[in-house]
């Protein structure tokens, strides 16, 4: 499986982004799905995950209400919609795929990385 994430840019602080990552088979094999990011010189952390259906959502408490995950398995797609964004958002944002149907904040629960996308948000 290959992810390809795409959205990232430049924004300003209160403005928004939608990122998205497609996968280069049907992710609706019992797959969930998550985005991490990674500052300059931090770990790489958790944003959100999403599961195979849809049906559960998982948010880091930093983006927890701002930030909204959502798929379109029709599309091997996964979104994720940033809005007021701050400039601690400023990340490569990473799109990650689980063999399981349900996943949560684990790195080791994702075995397949997509490529990152660069998210800067200016002050």
């Known amino acids: 499986v290959q992810l390809q994430a795409s959205g990232g840019g430049l924004v300003q602080a209160g403005g928004s982004l939608r990122l998205s990552c497609v996968a280069s088979r049907r992710t609706g094999s019992n797959n969930a799905v998550a985005w991490f990011r990674q500052a300059p010189g931090k770990e790489r952390d958790f944003v959100s995950s999403i599961s195979w259906r849809g049906d559960s959502t998982i948010y880091a408490d930093n983006v927890r209400g701002r930030f909204t995950i959502s798929r379109d398995n029709s599309k091997n797609t996964v979104y994720l919609q940033m809005d007021t964004l701050k400039s601690e958002d400023t990340a490569v944002y990473y799109c990650?795929?689980?063999?399981?149907?349900?996943?949560?904040?684990?790195?080791?629960?994702?075995?397949?990385w997509g490529q990152g996308t660069l998210v800067t948000v200016s002050s």
């Open positions: 990650a795929l689980s063999r399981s149907s349900y996943a949560g904040p684990q790195l080791a629960s994702y075995q397949y």
